[in-house]
């Protein structure tokens, strides 16, 4: 029997110990090949932009007592896939995974999102795509931080990735996001959510932002951090402390009727 191909990538860059731990977790399920940015990149969506070298610089690293062959790309998360599935792998992989992240990726802003949009990138070449985002304190969202254990996280990779492998999902799903509380054990219960209308991160000028080393925009945890409706993603991770799993679909479509629409865009 063949052996399942899994692509792993993530946004926070190559050194990530994030994405090592999810690298741990799908060991067990098949061969992972690990493609991602070379540096930090986290806020990149989807983009592609020609700002970047797009140059890939193979690297050797011990995982669970075995020598893996990794390769860091000189781009962003989305590009970094787009490698892998031409390049790398010489057939589709059986599985795309995105993260572990450091920090939560919910409400209105998921589309500000390197790990999501790593994700989206996979899901559009048709391959079943998983994002997957641990809370943590927004100090050490640019951060390679020891302190930050991942190991539950590694858990639910695993479990979901299982899923993905397993299951078709229904029509209109083309990716699974989760969110695991920073608190979360192995134990701790997940319930599928819709994504939250309000921004969990808001925008901060510079002149408030004490943490900004420049004149840019940087950004900071938003007053309303708690007041998303239950049967969100956020109210589930922030509010019941529990796993927030969303299905995301690739149509951006409104789900309003096109009819009316159409009648009201029409009107005098």
């Known amino acids: 029997m063949t052996e399942l191909q899994i692509l792993l990538t993530n946004d926070d860059g190559i050194q990530s110990p994030g994405l090592w731990a999810a690298a741990e977790a799908l060991d067990e399920l098949g061969f992972v090949t690990v493609v991602a940015p070379r540096e930090q990149a986290s806020g990149t969506s989807r983009s592609m932009p020609g700002i ?17 062959t990794i390769h860091a790309v000189g781009g962003t998360p989305a590009m970094a896939v787009l490698y892998g599935i031409h390049v790398l792998i010489p057939q589709k992989p059986d599985l795309i995974v995105s993260g572990i992240n450091y920090g939560l990726n919910v409400g209105s802003g998921v589309t500000i999102s390197g790990t999501v949009g790593a994700a989206l990138e996979g899901a559009s070449a048709g391959i079943p ?8 304190d927004t100090k050490y969202h640019s951060s390679y931080s020891r302190e930050v254990d991942f190991r539950t996280a590694g858990h639910f990779t695993t479990l979901f990735s299982q899923m993905l492998l397993s299951k078709k999902m229904p029509p209109d799903v083309h990716l699974l996001k989760v969110e695991i509380p920073s608190q979360a054990t192995q134990d701790t219960p997940w319930h599928t959510t819709s994504l939250s209308m309000l921004r969990f991160y ?5 002149e408030k932002n004490p943490d900004s080393s420049g004149e840019g925009i940087g950004y900071d945890i938003a ?17 019941k402390k529990e796993i927030s799993v969303t299905p995301l679909s690739l149509d951006l479509t409104s789900r309003i009727d096109l009819s009316e629409l159409e009648k009201f865009l029409r009107q005098d």
């Not at 795509?129 to 943590?136: G, N």
């Not at 007053?223 to 922030?238: A, E, F, K, R, Y």
């Open 52 to 68: 970047y070298d797009n140059q890939v610089h193979q690297k050797k690293l011990e995982v669970n007592g075995k020598e893996w």
């Open 223 to 239: 007053p309303d951090w708690d007041q998303s409706l239950p049967g969100t993603d956020s109210h589930s991770v922030i509010n």
């Open 129 to 136: 795509s998983l994002a997957i985002s641990l809370e943590t």
């Open 202 to 206: 808001e925008p901060v000028p510079p």
